[in-house]
């Protein structure tokens, strides 16, 4: 990645079990309360105003506090360092952030949701040192690009999808809405119908999810 800092890089520590990985994070770069007022449905103008909040959010893969309250002062700068994270290999990345090639890996699936998931990948460097994202990027992406009205293709928003090909990950519902929401709703069917027929069985399922959502829609 192009641009270096380190808000991603934490001091060794005490972990706090009870909370969630998010948390965790959060509270390690300094947002631990604000984020917390954030997830809980607090109105806190602290908290929806902070914007080196929500920028962390973009770094982080936090796409649950991006989503909850989007904040349209640092829409532009949040796309530019979610964006910076596609096709990034996250272990080569974090590691080169904290300065330690063989720092240990750890990957875990979180929840998003009731519905959704994302992989937390975390590398801890030999003198305890620890750096973290959770791998919703690409959905905060596609999410902050949908509100900014930005027309991705079809194709893309897929293939975006097809990144981790996990049907049950943020990335994927976040395309598979997105798509599915298209207002031309006729160009969306002769799409997915011919993705029905094409050789990636992961591409054909994501295509079938959205025929089976628009066939149950009144229009």
Do not use: C
């Amino acid at each position: 990645m192009a641009r270096v800092n380190d808000r991603l890089v934490h001091p060794a520590g005490p972990e706090h079990p009870g909370d969630s990985a998010l948390l965790v994070a959060a509270t390690a770069a300094g947002h631990g309360v604000r984020a917390r007022a954030l997830l809980d449905g607090g109105l806190w103008e602290s908290a929806r105003d902070d914007g080196e909040l929500m920028l962390w959010a973009a770094d982080y893969g936090a796409y649950q506090l991006i989503h909850h309250r989007l904040e349209e002062h640092t829409t532009k700068p949040m796309l530019d360092i979610a964006r910076a994270w596609a096709g990034i290999d996250p272990v080569a990345e974090l590691r080169r952030r904290l300065g330690d090639a063989g720092a240990v890996v750890d990957r875990r699936r979180v929840p998003i949701d009731d519905y959704d998931h994302t992989e937390r990948v975390r590398v801890t460097a030999a003198d305890g040192r620890w750096a973290e994202i959770q791998t919703a990027h690409l959905a905060i992406v596609t999410y902050i690009e949908e509100r900014l009205g930005v027309g991705v293709p079809r194709e893309e928003l897929m293939a975006r999808a097809l990144v981790d090909r996990d049907p049950e990950s943020v990335t994927w519902s976040e395309s598979w809405i997105t798509v599915t929401n298209r207002r031309d709703i006729g160009a969306t069917v002769r799409w997915a119908t011919e993705v029905l027929a094409g050789p990636d069985p992961d591409a054909r399922l994501f295509a079938a999810e959205v025929l089976q959502a628009l066939s149950s829609d009144d229009a």
